[in-house]
């Protein structure tokens, strides 16, 4: 104990084998400064690269410190051999010999964590020779060795044992990542799928040998790289992006699932289809971590299917490009005008009067007519745009560039001109117009649904201003559309607040003039709305379904209130398709008349020949049943279509009703109405069905249609539509009175 330097046995030979113990510490002070300078050095190489500078610097200013004090402390202890030493100078070298000690456990304990096993083999062994070293040079000293050699063992005991133990738990899951590994091997030897992985900027990582294999480059060249600049081509530096691609990167920018997404890629210069999956990584934190999914070459079979992807992206009756495409074209538009501060604008088209011929003459006509109008639609379009087909009658065109403020309205213009001049289709001369709507891109919408639904906004106003004309969109066209909307909410709540009446018409005999029937007319005084007219209202019944429910409370109230009249009158009741298909119509005619007591003889039913278009042998089947009950059927509305002929061979009506149009034509000696007038009477006669004029309103249109042979007449001459109180007057008169006398 007297030589480790921890008693003082009082002894003068233990006092002077002390002093010269150490003052030999000075003969050795550089050699051991030197020492632990080249162990310095050989840390800092080993660990530079993954720890910062700053702490190795101050590591490096710790130890220098340490080894200054330690050596100025045997500087002064070189006469120790010829004085006595005190205890505090002992314990002082002591100190130091534990400071630098601490010192050198910073590295062994601080810097192992971020370096791998080969560091940590190469640290050690430092530490080692560094405590050899320290032994050899310092042998007279063996306190300050052992309390060296101790504190820096113990550093490294722990640094192993923490070590070992990350390597455990590292040999556990480098077991799992080789199971994994062998799945994924088998995976990639497939034929044609391949993995791709990406970091958190999307530039690829872990590149593996088939993905590189597709994408035609070594993995060294990718690994790093923008996924999306190695498979987006020249697309890259123009930013005109595919839109699959468009897609894939915004999918990867919202961090997003996908499956089985199909993107044009090109790969050394070649237009190719890849089908990609992708999932987001986390790490154990739950930190996004990157993209990781799998993909596949899908080129052949897309070339193989080419027809089917025309089919998916043309209008097969056209030819035209369909909503897919048109809705692909606005949108590069769109990035376009936005990349270049231009305008782009989008034209969507509706074809006025087309219902009518498709209603009337059919599908396979109203199909020609489209053919020959998108064929003139075709002859309008410059490279500057793009007209495609959005369904049914509805067309658009998109105009990538309408820097030029006059170049939609010509647009328009012309395709209004040109669609409004006449067709023969089939032995027929077709007379149809265009109805136009628009808006500019930005200014009107930055995104295509917004566009599409803006110019759709002015296409409506336009329809409602009778069609035929173009307009821009506006932003008070919104105010229409929410007019329209709270119409819809009123009209929904209309038969619970009996804000609906029923007039009615007189239809006399052309003879005698007697009342033979009344149409029932249908009013509506909206709380919110007032008096709203039947042609605002009707339409929009029918495309929300509300005329099923409407029209049951219709046939309902107009059965009761003609259950009141002499029983030699009838009440007609006009019926749309919507109702007539209605699968509980039967049902609904059947509890009118059980409920009123009216005779089912002096119903009748009124119908356009638009219901047999729809499904002609449902219509012609339900029309059937209400004859078989004893109603009465009237087609309205004829001679306004071409198969008119068709319908009354396949279904005996019980009146058929000549448009208003004829009997003016008649009135002004037009010989085309005259002679339609003169064939639908002689017809009718030999079928033995009646015929009403509708819409007489003068004393030359009463003597024309008398002298013409129709049988009953409708009208204002004889009356306007009227509440149910007038209507029951006016069976208490000798004669009806006429209006227009």
Known sequence: MAVLGLNEPGDADWTRLRGLQYSSLSNVTKLRVLAHAVAAVGVARLFYDVVSIFILLGWGVALGAS??????????????????????????QTMLSAANALVWVVPIAGFAPFGDSDRMLELWAITAMLMTASAVLMPAVPLGNLIFAGVVGLGSIESARSFLTARVAESAMA??????????????EGEADWL?????????????????????LPPEEI??????????????????????????????????????????????????????????????NGVFDGFRGVGSDVTEQRESSDKIAHMARYDTLT?????????????DALRYAAQWRTRCAFLMIDLDRFKSVNDTLGHLVGDQLLARVSERLKSLITDNELCGRLGGDEFAIVV??????????????????????????????LYIGASVGSAIGPRDGNTVETLMRNADLALYRSKE??????????????????????????????????????????????????????????????????????????????DTRLIVPIGEWVLREACREAANWP?????????????????????????????????????????????????????????????????????????????????????????IKVDRSFVQGAAADNPESLAIIRAVVAMAESLEMSTTAEGVETERELAIIRGLGCRKIQGYYFGRPMPATDARALFGRPQLQRVGA
């Open 67 to 92: 080894l200054f004090y330690s050596a100025k402390t045997d500087q002064s202890l070189a006469d120790a051999d010829r004085r006595r030493l005190s205890r505090d100078e002992v314990k002082k």
């Open 175 to 188: 077991e799992k990542s080789e199971v994994v590994s062998l799945l994924l091997r088998e995976f990639e």
């Open 196 to 216: 791709w992985q990406i970091d958190t900027s999307r530039r690829c990582r872990s590149v593996s040998p088939r993905f590189a294999y597709a994408l035609g």
């Open 223 to 284: 690994d790093g790289k923008p996924f999306i600049q190695m498979i987006a081509g020249p697309a890259w530096e123009t930013g005109q992006f595919p839109s699959s691609l468009h897609d894939l990167a915004e999918r990867l920018k919202r961090r997003e699932n996908f499956s089985n997404l199909l993107v044009r890629v090109t790969i050394n210069g070649q237009q190719r289809w890849w089908e990609l999956s992708g999932t987001p990584k986390l790490d154990e």
């Open 319 to 331: 030819g035209l490009p369909n909503r897919m495409m048109v809705t692909e074209a606005l949108g």
């Open 400 to 429: 990538r560039d309408a820097s030029d403020h006059t170049r939609v309205n010509r647009v328009a213009q012309a395709v209004i001109e040109l669609l409004s001049r006449p067709y023969e289709v089939d032995h027929h001369t």
């Open 465 to 542: 201003e009778g069609g035929g004309q173009h307009f821009n969109y506006e932003p008070s066209l919104h105010a229409h559309a929410e007019e329209r909307r709270k119409l819809e909410f009123s009209l929904r709540r209309a038969l619970e607040r009996n804000e609906f009446v029923l007039n009615y018409q007189p239809v006399v005999d052309a003879k005698d003039e007697s009342i033979v029937s009344f149409e029932a007319l249908l009013r509506w005084h909206s709380e919110e709305h007032g008096f709203v007219s039947p042609a605002k209202f009707i339409p929009l019944a029918e």
């Open 567 to 655: 029983s030699n009158v009838k009440v007609a009741v006009n019926v749309s398709g919507e109702q007539l298909l209605e699968q509980n119509f039967i049902a609904t005619v059947v509890g009118a008349l059980s409920s009123s007591g009216l005779a089912a003889q002096r119903l009748e039913i009124e119908v356009t020949e638009s219901i047999f278009v729809r499904d002609s042998s449902a219509a012609r089947g339900v029309l059937e049943q209400i004859m078989a009950l004893g109603c009465g059927i009237a087609l309205d509305d004829f001679g306004t279509g071409y198969s008119s002929l068709a319908y009354i061979r396949n279904l005996r009506f019980s009146t």
